[in-house]
């Protein structure tokens, strides 16, 4: 992003819901639109905003990071200030920095953390309702945590990438860490990588869950690898369980 004003790295947090997904569509609520809109605002002008990653409709937020340019001369206080001021309660900025110039969301993200929720007990509370995928039924949850580390590593993850309008030429990803922990009534999946395909945690959660289902087991996991196909893999989960909780940068941290 060239230009003479200041470069701005934005953390935002989002209950996705209510939202058609991060970027921009016509005619639907967005979270990058409602962003754009209110930077616009603040700067008088059109503002363009560059997200790590687009989180699809209904998926939320923890730690989303987004890039932008401003002209206006504004306090980093201030700017989230004024932000929150004017997003729509569901969406916050938690932190604005200045950032060096040139910095993307996007280019410049090193890895990504994402977090999926599962409600295991007979009744859900209506708070989590929203936030979780409520599956009270029986599951061989020892097999998914031993399956859940078996994702890691630099492989092709074809299998695991649902279509999409423009589908990527190289499927290879890394995944650096994956876990299944139980805390509670909730059983969460915890996945680190260098970056992820189109609905690719979704799958990776739906296959664990066939495999607490007894559908497959955690040694089927090199044959759909190498089957480079969509349909070895267990089904998409809902998006309603799924948070962006992290984007780490060589000069930012987590």
């Known amino acids: 992003?060239?230009?003479?004003?200041?470069?701005?790295?934005?953390?935002?947090?989002?209950?996705?819901?209510?939202?058609?997904?991060?970027?921009?569509?016509?005619?639907r609520a967005t979270v990058q639109g409602v962003l754009e809109k209110s930077l616009a605002k603040i700067e008088g002008q059109p503002v363009r905003t560059v997200g790590s990653g687009r989180t699809d409709a209904g998926v939320?937020?923890?730690?989303?990071?987004?890039?932008?340019?401003?002209?206006?001369?504004?306090?980093?206080?201030?700017?989230?200030?004024?932000?929150?001021?004017?997003?729509p309660p569901a969406v916050r900025v938690t932190s604005a920095d200045r950032a060096p110039a040139g910095f993307h969301a996007r280019h410049?993200?090193?890895?990504?953390?994402?977090?999926?929720?599962?409600?295991?007990?007979?009744?859900?509370?209506?708070?989590?309702?929203r936030y979780v995928l409520w599956h009270p039924y029986p599951l061989a949850e020892a097999a998914m945590v031993e399956t859940a580390p078996l994702l890691e590593g630099t492989r092709?993850?074809?299998?695991?990438?649902?279509?999409?309008?423009?589908?990527?030429?190289?499927?290879c990803r890394t995944v650096f860490s994956s876990r299944l922990e139980r805390g509670g009534d909730l059983l969460v999946y915890?996945?680190?990588g260098s970056?992820?395909?189109?609905?690719?945690?979704?799958?990776?959660?739906?296959?664990?869950l066939e495999v607490?289902?007894?559908?497959?087991?955690?040694?089927?996991?090199?044959r759909i690898f190498a089957a480079r196909d969509r349909q070895a893999a267990g089904p998409a989960v809902p998006a309603r369980g799924l948070f962006l909780t992290s984007v780490e940068y060589a000069d930012f941290g987590a």
């Open 156 to 171: 092709d993850f074809r299998s695991f990438a649902s279509h999409s309008r423009e589908p990527p030429e190289n499927t």
């Open 190 to 192: 915890r996945v680190r």
């Open 1 to 27: 992003m060239a230009g003479l004003g200041q470069t701005w790295k934005l953390t935002l947090a989002y209950d996705g819901t209510d939202y058609s997904g991060w970027q921009v569509q016509p005619r």
């Open 195 to 208: 970056g992820f395909l189109y609905r690719m945690v979704r799958n990776l959660v739906g296959t664990l």
């Open 108 to 129: 410049h993200a090193l890895a990504k953390t994402y977090e999926y929720r599962i409600n295991r007990a007979s009744v859900c509370p209506p708070i989590q309702a």
């Open 60 to 87: 939320h937020a923890l730690g989303q990071v987004a890039s932008c340019e401003l002209q206006c001369p504004i306090p980093a206080q201030g700017l989230q200030k004024a932000l929150n001021r004017l997003l």
């Open 212 to 222: 607490g289902r007894g559908n497959l087991a955690p040694n089927d996991m090199d």
